[in-house]
């Protein structure tokens, strides 16, 4: 199973990553790409602590799916229930947004498990550590293919 703990797994997202420009266009979904960018380092500050969001109402739904989705190769579908909080609408900065991405997903392979600080996602409840890890892939994951890379 893909890890943002893992050096491989984290050189891979950093690499695609890099392969973004300002004119990379979505195949999906309503965000540009710095949209995304700004979008996926919210999702990664969940784990951390540093981004709060509400438990999603439909969050029973995703306590029964946790298991079918975050462990196992299945991908994340298109356009799939974000919380409110990281909805991102407003223009950003692409440079920005791609150096912020680039940092916090080094510091959280750096800060491996001991970085966790959140143990509850809004869509799948209760996380261990090694499940956030595997989600902060997943989601990364999920948007670079949203854009091509």
Do not use: C
């Not at 890099?18 to 380092?41: C, F």
């Not at 540093?50 to 299945?74: C, D, M, N, T």
């Amino acid at each position: 199973m893909k890890t943002i703990f893992s050096e491989t797994d984290k050189n891979e997202i950093i690499q695609r990553v890099e392969k973004l420009t300002n004119e990379s266009k979505a195949l999906w979904g309503k965000m540009n790409v710095s949209q995304m960018l700004a979008h996926v380092n919210m999702g990664a500050q969940l784990s951390t602590g540093e981004a709060e969001v509400r438990i999603l109402p439909i969050s029973f739904i995703g306590q029964f799916l946790k298991k079918s989705i975050i462990h196992s190769e299945r991908q994340f579908s298109k356009n799939s229930p974000t919380s409110p909080e990281i909805k991102v609408v407003d223009e950003k900065d692409f440079n920005k947004e791609k150096a912020n991405l680039i940092a916090i997903v080094n510091r959280l392979y750096t800060n491996g498990q001991n970085g966790v600080k959140s143990e509850k996602h809004p869509f799948f409840g209760k996380m261990t550590k090694e499940e956030w890890g595997i989600l902060g892939y997943k989601h990364a994951d999920h948007h670079l293919r949203q854009f091509g890379v």
